[in-house]
C-alpha cells in the first residue's frame, strides 16, 4: 500500500519569493510521484511527475520537484512565486506503475498556496 | 486536443434519489477514473475502467457504480443518494492504465 503526507496545509508567501511545498511518501515498491494543482473551481492540473527517471523533475510554470528515496520525500519548489500560483496543491503517489496492484491514485490532503502581493 | 469533459457540471438531488454522471476522455485513450473529492476526506479513488472493463475499485458501498463503453466513455451511477454523497466528482483519463491521469474539470453534486 502506499500513502502521502502533505506537511504543509497552509503556505503564504509574497510574490517574488521562493515556494516550498513539502511532501513525504510511503510505499512498498517503487513510486511513480506526482504533483497536481487545483484552482479555484477547476479540476486538477498536472504539473510534473517522477517515474524512476531523473530525480529532478521540471514541470509546467517553473515548478519542480526533487524525489529523495533516503528521506521518501518529493516536495514541490519554484524560484518565484507569481500571483497567478495561488491554488490547491496536491501530492500524488501511483502503485500501478510499479505493480504494487493497489487503488489508483494516492493523493496527499492538499496545500493550500497563497501568494502576497 | 480536447480535454477530458464532464456532464453534468452541476447537479442538485435529494436524498434517496439516484444520479448518473458522464465522463468522455481524450480522444484515444481508453482509461478512465473516478476519484470523489469533499472537504472531509479529500480526494477518494472510486474505480478505474479499461477497455470497457472495471480494473480497480476503491473503499466506496455497492451504490456506487459504474461502467464504461466501447468508445471510452463512461458514466458513474449512485444509487439511493444520501447527505454525504455530496462531493466534486472529478473523471481523468490515460492512454492506458499505466500512463500519466488527466483530469477533467468536475461535476458537482450537492444531496438536499
Known amino acids: 500500500a502506499q500513502s502521502v503526507t502533505q506537511l504543509d496545509s497552509h503556505v503564504s508567501v509574497s510574490e517574488g519569493t521562493p515556494v516550498l511545498l513539502r511532501c513525504n511518501y510511503s510505499s512498498s515498491y517503487s513510486p511513480s510521484l506526482f504533483w497536481y494543482v487545483q484552482h479555484p473551481n477547476k479540476g486538477l492540473q498536472l504539473l510534473l511527475k517522477y517515474t524512476s527517471a531523473a530525480t529532478l523533475v521540471k514541470g509546467i510554470n517553473g515548478f519542480e520537484a526533487e524525489f529523495k528515496k533516503s528521506e521518501t520525500s518529493f516536495h514541490l519548489t519554484k524560484p518565484s512565486a507569481h500571483m497567478s500560483d495561488a491554488a490547491e496543491y496536491f501530492c500524488v503517489v501511483s502503485g500501478l506503475y510499479s505493480g504494487g496492484g493497489d487503488d489508483g491514485l494516492s493523493f496527499g490532503e492538499g496545500s493550500h498556496l497563497i501568494i502576497q502581493p | 486536443k480536447a480535454g477530458v469533459t464532464q456532464t453534468p457540471r452541476y447537479l442538485i438531488k435529494t436524498r434517496g434519489q439516484q444520479v448518473t454522471l458522464s465522463c468522455s476522455p481524450i480522444?484515444?485513450?481508453?482509461?478512465v477514473s473516478w476519484y470523489q473529492q469533499t472537504p472531509g476526506q479529500g480526494l477518494q479513488f472510486l474505480f478505474e475502467?479499461?477497455?470497457?472493463?472495471?480494473?480497480n475499485k476503491g473503499n466506496f458501498p455497492g451504490r456506487f457504480s459504474g461502467r464504461q463503453f466501447s468508445n471510452s466513455r463512461s458514466e458513474m451511477n449512485v444509487s439511493t443518494l444520501e447527505l454525504g454523497d455530496s462531493a466534486l466528482y472529478l473523471c481523468a483519463s490515460s492512454l492506458t492504465e499505466l500512463e500519466t491521469q488527466y483530469f477533467g474539470p468536475g461535476t458537482r453534486l450537492l444531496v438536499l
Open positions: 480522444s484515444g485513450h481508453r482509461s
Open positions: 475502467y479499461f477497455s470497457e472493463t472495471q480494473r
